[in-house]
């Protein structure tokens, strides 16, 4: 075997497992292997989990944050001064922030992205073709799905259907779309059946960013309806996926247990953003202001598909994030008060099995045998502890190479008369 990881917690209620990892698959799982491989890592008891999978972000907007400050920290302001930023897009500033983001996600134990570049006249392919070059640079790290995103709408703004499909003969893999940056309800529905049109004549799936906003009083923001019937209409079941979906939250629940129960039945996936829709939600509630979340229990228990996933990192979005899916997943239970045992392990779902669902690999996805080898193994020795601890990588698997290791040394001194030096280097990705 080329790879033999002994002694891992994969199950709490159950023994310590050595991982058996050859031509870059899981071969043996067991108490036990007795073949020696090429390399053998001791895990010494540590949790391990499948590599963490980013569904939604937005690599060629990162550290913005800086540059041209955003002050009211409205979803408005922040396409505005994103928009300013996106008209001075130079190609190796955007490959040097945009490996900023894939370093701290490779660290972080994260195997695989979904990149979601802005296609318009602002900027015009260049977060695509940064993307494109990004995907084979970082190939034996992780991997790079890229969506074609409208950000400023294909109605509205001239030029974009010829942008569109330049973005997919380029290489990217997905259709996406942002139906509520349009003027009207109408061009809204428009949107959405061209970003549809397009999807089914290329065999590609679907990711739009949709209904962000606090309430349903614009039509434009209240289109999940639509794409749920668009999906079954159209038989695109199981390969649309929608992020934000914030206004939904804002419903009652008898109002969003219809359009629930339709999702359900598009099977479409939905991510929920939640560094960037809380910072940027309820901002004119006066009084009780709100989550500004899709109402993720409520999704979860109508059996709705959910994951989660940082969006963006400092920038006018959000201000904040290191690309860490634990973090984001920590955040996001404490939102949505997902704090008993089985609560937090659906947390853990929701940035691994789930976001696998979205992004369409979960035949290849997991900790078993036959799957690919993207592993995370944890310095805890608890599972369910991942999201309490958040621990460090201590070692990262992409397809059974090591790309990651990481040690660290804490030390509470009480007199303790030692060299106070820091001796272990910074953590580094290889």
Not at 35 to 53: H, N, S
Not at 308 to 322: E, Q
Request: aromatic residues 4%; charged residues 30%.
């Amino acid at each position: 075997m080329d790879i033999v990881l002994r002694r891992v917690r994969i199950d709490d209620e159950q023994p310590l497992q050595d991982i058996g990892v050859e031509n870059g698959r899981i071969v043996e799982i067991a108490e036990r292997i007795e073949q020696a491989g090429a390399e053998e890592i001791d895990a010494g008891g540590r949790a391990a989990l499948p590599g963490f999978v980013e569904p939604h972000m937005h690599l060629e907007k990162a550290f913005l944050h800086r540059r041209l400050p955003a002050r009211s920290g409205t979803l408005e302001e922040a396409i505005r001064v994103t928009g300013i930023l996106k008209s001075k897009q130079e190609r190796d500033d955007v490959l040097d922030r945009s490996r900023r983001v894939l370093d701290m996600s490779v660290r972080n134990g994260t195997t695989l992205i979904r990149a979601h570049p802005d296609v318009d006249p602002i900027q015009g392919l260049i977060g695509v073709e940064t993307a494109v070059e990004l995907r084979e640079e970082y190939r034996d790290l992780l991997d790079i799905q890229i969506v074609a995103f409208p950000q400023e709408g294909i109605l509205k703004t001239d030029g974009v259907d010829e942008l569109m499909e330049a973005a997919l003969d380029m290489g990217a893999d997905v259709v996406g779309g942002c139906p509520y940056n349009e003027l009207t309800w109408d061009d809204t529905r428009s949107h959405i059946d061209k970003v549809f049109d397009l999807a089914a004549k290329r065999g590609l799936p679907i990711d739009m960013h949709v209904d962000f906003a606090d309430d349903v009083g614009d039509e434009r923001f209240a289109s999940a309806r639509y794409i749920a019937e668009k999906t079954i209409e159209t038989g695109y079941q199981g390969r649309v996926a929608l992020g934000h979906v914030t206004s939904l939250g804002a419903l009652a629940p008898d109002e969003a247990k219809p359009v629930i129960e339709l999702l359900r039945k598009a099977d479409i996936h939905i991510v929920t953003l939640p560094a960037t829709d809380v910072y940027l939600g309820g901002r004119k509630d006066e009084a009780k202001p709100r989550r500004g979340l899709t109402p993720v229990r409520a999704l979860h228990e109508a059996g709705v598909n959910v994951a989660y996933s940082s969006n963006n990192i400092r920038n006018a979005f959000t201000p904040f994030g290191k690309a860490d899916p634990l973090q984001i997943g920590n955040l996001l239970a404490h939102l949505v008060q997902f704090g008993t045992p089985e609560h937090q392990a659906e947390i853990l779902k929701m940035g691994t099995t789930n976001a696998a669902r979205v992004v369409g690999v979960s035949e290849d996805y997991g900790l078993a045998v036959g799957k690919q080898a993207d592993i995370v193994i944890l310095d805890t020795e608890v599972v369910a502890d991942a999201l309490l601890d958040l621990p460090a990588r201590s070692w990262v698997l992409k397809r059974g190479r090591v790309t990651v290791v990481t040690t660290v040394e804490s030390r509470i001194c009480r007199d303790c008369g030692q060299d106070h030096s820091l001796k272990i280097p910074r953590a580094a990705a290889r």
